[in-house]
């Protein structure tokens, strides 16, 4: 079964230092893969996306993703946090040439001052 | 502008009962998801639809529900006989036209259905 995982629950970090929030996927072929984030009692938002090319990805708020593809891996960092950036966090994945959306359980990211 | 709408924002149904929960993309924006989140994961893909049609209903989990999307914009999630079970939050999603997924998906604040 397809499928994507972030190991992480939560990740805690304290503000101005970097940030990383894992993903991994086990999707055939070469998949499109997505950042999402959601804010409280706020909709998910588009961050960023890996289709084809360079394997780092520059979005939204100074996030980036570097995709791995020996790893199967996508995962998204900034170089230095900010405690605004504490929200829930999904990677998503989608087949290439297909639209079914595989998303992981989510990673509550918490930046403390 | 408007992002995507859905109505109601909360639904309290009874064991047994049918519901309809609605959803109204962006404008022009033809591909339209439909996912079911549960608390403490992610958004689980249910239906999409590409213009008036279900290109891949493969997340449906049986046949009491059924999507509908009848002039390519607003769509309906129907659930018959609705169980204890189909209590979540369901999120509808729209992009842009697009040969593939890769287009981003803007989401709307979700309903979040409780069966009693």
């Known amino acids: 079964a397809q499928s994507v995982a972030q190991p992480e629950d939560q990740v805690n970090v304290a503000e101005g230092n970097p940030l990383t929030v894992k993903c991994t996927y086990s999707?055939?072929?070469?998949?499109?893969l997505f950042w999402y984030v959601q804010y409280p009692n706020r909709g998910l938002q588009f961050l960023l996306k890996y289709i084809t090319g360079d394997n780092l990805v520059k979005g939204s708020y100074g996030f980036e993703a570097e995709f791995n593809k020996s790893q199967t891996s996508f995962h998204l960092k900034k170089p230095s946090a900010l405690v605004s950036d504490s929200a829930l966090y999904f990677c998503?994945?989608?087949?290439?040439?297909?639209?079914?959306?595989?998303f992981g359980a989510g990673t509550r990211l918490f930046v403390k001052a | 502008g408007a992002g995507v709408s859905q109505t109601p924002s909360n639904k309290v149904t009874e064991k047994g009962k049918y519901v309809e929960l609605r959803c109204d993309p962006i404008?022009?924006?033809?591909?339209l998801y439909w996912y079911r989140q549960s608390l403490g994961q992610g958004p689980e893909f249910l239906i999409y639809f590409q213009g008036t049609g279900a290109a891949d209903d493969s997340g449906l989990p049986n046949d009491r529900f059924f999507a509908v999307r009848p002039e390519g914009s607003v769509s309906t999630l129907k659930i018959q006989r609705t169980e204890r079970g189909d209590s979540a939050v369901y999120l509808c999603a729209s992009s842009l036209t697009t040969t593939g997924g890769n287009n981003e998906q803007f989401f709307g604040p979700g309903t979040r259905l409780t069966v009693l």
């Open positions: 999707v055939s072929g070469n998949p499109y």
């Open positions: 404008s022009g924006h033809t591909a």
């Open positions: 998503a994945a989608v087949n290439t040439g297909g639209f079914k959306t595989i």
